[in-house]
């Protein structure tokens, strides 16, 4: 079945390998600030994460520093690499390829 959920964040943090082989391990540091999306009501809507150290809540802010309102209801968390691609199409659509590290 489809997800269906209010808000869907794309935080753009950096990946660190750990351990490359056999099986591959990464670091994602959620600590510090970066840049990030929300899709909700239809919209794309960029703005910051920030979180100061690992017992910080992770908050995300607009470009003008104030908090950014949630729709009410479920939201989804993706984490996408530093190196992602995000493009806006000329149809208004965007399109987001995570790429990593």
């Known amino acids: 079945e489809p997800v269906a959920v209010e ?3 794309m935080l753009a943090v950096e990946h660190k390998y750990i351990k490359k082989a056999p099986v591959e391990v990464m670091d994602m540091s959620l600590i ?21 150290k690992t017992t910080d ?3 995300l802010v607009n ?6 309102a ?10 996408i690499g ?3 691609k995000v493009e806006t199409l ?5 399109k987001f390829t995570h790429l990593m590290p």
């Open 7 to 9: 808000n869907v964040v």
């Open 32 to 52: 510090g600030e970066g840049a990030a999306y929300v899709a909700r009501d239809g919209q794309i809507y960029e703005v910051k994460w920030k979180r100061a």
């Open 57 to 59: 809540v992770l908050s």
């Open 63 to 68: 470009k003008d520093g104030t908090p950014f």
């Open 70 to 79: 949630f729709k009410p209801g479920q939201t989804w968390f993706e984490v």
């Open 82 to 84: 530093l190196n992602s």
């Open 90 to 94: 000329t149809d208004g659509a965007w």
